[in-house]
């Protein structure tokens, strides 16, 4: 064969058309890790000035401009997909990338003053902050399961080494080696569904499998359960739902706090995505099949969250056994599998997160340098030495407890309100019990902080402690905290824009008219 005819074979090869505007919050975050990457090769990395912080806040408010321009146009447009049909443009993807990237803004910003405490500063953890929320956008948006994958890898190789950031603490290089380790089972595992879910559908493509479903009924299923079944383990690791959830407490405590707010902000939306755009949508014909295992999931994180955590001393392993309790009240809107769930489980997303800025804002500052403050003895008398920042964490803490006129409020009473209007009354009742519990959490820490002996009061006969100075609070992380203050507040009394634009985040599968074809796009069902 000759030269000239493998390069004519080579021109005939189809390529898909690729819509780059719709591809614009990806590309943003893209391209800002690789001028960060260049750019920090280049300049020293103590400077006065935070510049890599400050250029990760702007790519990711770019991201979230990018996602309002994509958001105007869908009225006109609609729902679009592109690559073949494996990235889709629609609320529900632009919504949870907004989600993302105020996860990487919240955690650039708490970042900078605490590189600046353990003199690690440099432009690695900004970089990786922007390559994992690039991966999370990927999952948010992708209607293929390969390429649902690839984001879910990108977004999870980041967060391993994230967590192994501060290299001077040993418990951070055992959380890193944890959660790379049980990370790499739940991706085989994933892999694994995707692989059987092809066996027996014959596609990877969401519109492929949902209309194949739609339109055959296949007389063994059990491949096809299996493939399912193998995705949930995948999604649950990521959710840190129960029994999935043993990585949660090490990493937590082990990884920079500021990491740990990462974590449970971008990486939980970026599981959440795709456990609602491939279990919830795709798999919509098969619903009374994954809806059990889903109620088993969110009745065991429910209970296990809230109980586990009462027990703890160390306040991150609280939020720990804390965040696995959202994953459960988040699941329960899940199971419900109507568009109502979906509408609640965005609007506690996106409450999380401002309720994880605040939250680890503050603990982020009481770890002190070493990062190794954070018994519930070290918050003891905190309001008398320090009010400002007793007073946010308590409301921050009071909100995820469920505290009407706070935005936790709203997000538990939709969670509930959609599993039983979808019948599942005992569902509820699991997770209002489990409120109860966990609430009693969130007031040990209030009580400890307003009526418990301050940290630097020496015990009778033992040898006094030094005084422990005034907390010096960086301008970014008192910005975060002050924001995130104001808006779980503000949510809390005026929820209706944000709970309007979540319920406008219908998921849905979307065609490429230049891809494999659909006739119409598969949605979650009104009811039960």
């Not at 020293?44 to 990018?66: D, E, Q, S, Y």
């Not at 990786?128 to 690839?150: Q, W």
């Not at 966990?438 to 030094?466: I, K, Q, T």
């Amino acid at each position: 064969m000759t030269l000239a005819t493998l390069l004519g074979q080579v021109d005939s090869v189809a390529t898909p058309d690729i819509a780059w505007s719709a591809l614009s919050p990806f590309l943003v975050l893209v391209v800002g890790a690789g001028l960060l990457l260049a750019v920090g090769g280049l300049l020293p990395r103590r400077t006065r000035v935070g510049w890599p912080a400050l250029l990760t806040v702007a790519t990711a408010i770019g991201a979230i401009v990018a996602c309002v321009l994509l958001w105007r146009d869908l009225p006109d447009t609609g729902p679009r997909a592109t690559a073949a049909g494996a990235y889709a443009v629609d609320g529900f993807s632009l919504f949870l990338i907004v989600v993302i990237a105020v996860g990487v803004i919240v955690a650039s910003l708490l970042t900078d003053g605490y590189l600046r405490r353990e003199d690690l500063e440099g432009p690695e953890p900004y970089i990786l902050y922007l390559v994992s929320g690039a991966g999370g956008v990927v999952m948010a948006s992708a209607t293929d399961l390969i390429v649902l994958f690839l984001g879910l890898e990108i977004l999870s190789i980041a967060a391993y080494v994230l967590a192994g950031l501060h290299r001077r603490r040993l418990r951070s290089g055992e959380a890193a080696l944890k959660y790379f380790v049980l990370g790499g089972f739940s991706s085989a595992f994933f892999l694994y569904g995707i692989a059987m879910v092809y066996g027996a559908t014959g596609t990877t493509n969401m519109v492929g499998i949902s209309e194949f479903l739609a339109s055959n009924r296949l007389t063994d299923e059990g491949l096809l359960l299996a493939g399912i079944g193998l995705l949930l383990v995948g999604f649950g690791f990521k959710v840190a739902a129960v029994p999935f959830h043993t990585w949660t407490p090490d990493v937590y405590q082990g990884s920079p706090t500021p990491v740990v707010s990462f974590m449970a902000s971008a990486v939980k939306a970026a599981g959440f995505a795709g456990l609602l755009r491939v279990i919830v949508v795709t798999f919509s014909t098969h619903r009374l099949d994954w809806q059990p295992i889903i109620y088993g999931l969110a009745a065991a994180s429910l209970l296990v969250g809230a109980v586990l955590a009462v027990v703890q001393t160390d306040v991150k392993r609280m939020m720990a056994y804390s965040s696995i309790n959202h994953a459960g009240f988040m699941l329960i809107a899940v199971a419900a599998g109507t568009i109502d769930g979906v509408t609640a489980t965005l609007f506690y997303l996106a409450t999380y997160t401002i309720l994880v800025a605040g939250t680890f804002g503050v603990i982020t500052l009481l770890g002190r340098r070493g990062d190794g403050h954070h018994s519930l003895a070290d918050y003891g008398g905190l309001a008398r030495r320090e009010p400002l920042l007793a007073f946010a964490l308590t409301v921050f803490l009071l909100a995820q407890a469920g505290t009407p006129l706070t935005s936790g409020f709203l997000a538990k009473f939709y969670a509930v309100s959609a599993v039983v209007d979808a019948g599942s009354f005992w569902l509820g009742l699991v997770a209002m019990l489990s409120a109860v519990i966990s609430a009693f959490l969130y007031l040990r820490v209030v009580l400890a902080m307003y009526a418990g002996a301050p940290g630097d009061e020496p015990e009778e006969g033992a040898e006094p402690a030094p005084v422990l100075r005034r907390i010096r609070v960086p301008w970014a992380t008192g910005l975060t905290i002050a924001l995130a203050l104001v808006a779980t507040i503000g949510i809390g009394i005026v929820p209706d824009p944000l709970t309007k634009v979540a319920r406008d985040a219908t998921p849905a599968l979307v065609v490429d008219p230049d891809g494999p074809a659909a006739e119409e796009p598969a949605a979650p069902a009104e009811g039960p």
